[in-house]
């Protein structure tokens, strides 16, 4: 089996580092032309040079994915520089916050809702002309970048939680709606990934490296996560091999939840 997205147009958010990066980095070199975009102009433009560098076909573009208008100026650009339909969308682009409710202030709460589910919902809002026009002649694909912690998660990340549990929500509805349209949605819910917002977490310990140690061992397989783990997956569901996976969410994270369930 040989996955191939030659002639697609896969537009990531949140690109400029981390998961987004390694997905848009995978989904290049399987074909695509990727659209990389990120809040930061800089490291938008920087994943999109490491792909060319490497022989792909990328763009990097600044967006927010918060912003209405950002998305439908970077969608509105897709349109007129790309000339065709958006093929894939990874909804990616996140942030997080460790703090409880009694610590999560208004402000808090809406910076977390605004960018890990309101911007799920802008961005495939802003795409979805484009992504009809792909649906229509041959399927489009939406994957939208949930977490663990919809589903088993610890304390202290209230807001976190409750954006990524709506994400699987959002994503259950989008495909029924979609889906008539050629347009297939799911969701992946990653573990522990080796990002620069993991490794924040683990350098607020007193022992990061007895910290990763720990973490390592939660997982059926020990160690934590890569982007490109994720990135092969995405791959995997924006392909004709993937056309009855629909309206799923798929856990990746070496056995971590099976552990954090019991």
Known sequence: MKIS????????TGAGSGIGRGVAQVLAKVGAHVVAVDVNAATAKETAERITRDGGKATGLAG???SDA????????????????LHVLVNNAGVELFKGIQDTSYTDWDKIVDVDLKGVFISTKAGLPL?????GSGGAYIVNI???HAHATVPNLTAYAAAKGGVVGMTRSLSMELGPLGIRVNSISPGFVDTPMVQRWLNSMPNPQAELER????HAVPRIGTPEDIGQM????????ADFVVGANL????GLTNRLQH
């Not at 791959?235 to 004709?240: P, T, V």
């Not at 856990?251 to 070496?254: A, E, H, K, L, S």
């Open 5 to 12: 997205l030659v002639g697609k147009v896969a537009l990531v």
């Open 64 to 66: 927010d994915v918060s």
């Open 70 to 85: 950002s998305m439908i100026g970077v969608m509105e650009r897709v349109a007129k520089d790309l000339g065709g339909g």
């Open 131 to 135: 992504l009809k026009k792909a649906g």
């Open 146 to 148: 949930a977490s663990v």
């Open 215 to 218: 973490v390592h061992k939660l």
């Open 234 to 241: 995405i791959a995997f569901l924006a392909s004709g091999y």
């Open 251 to 254: 856990t990746i994270d070496g």
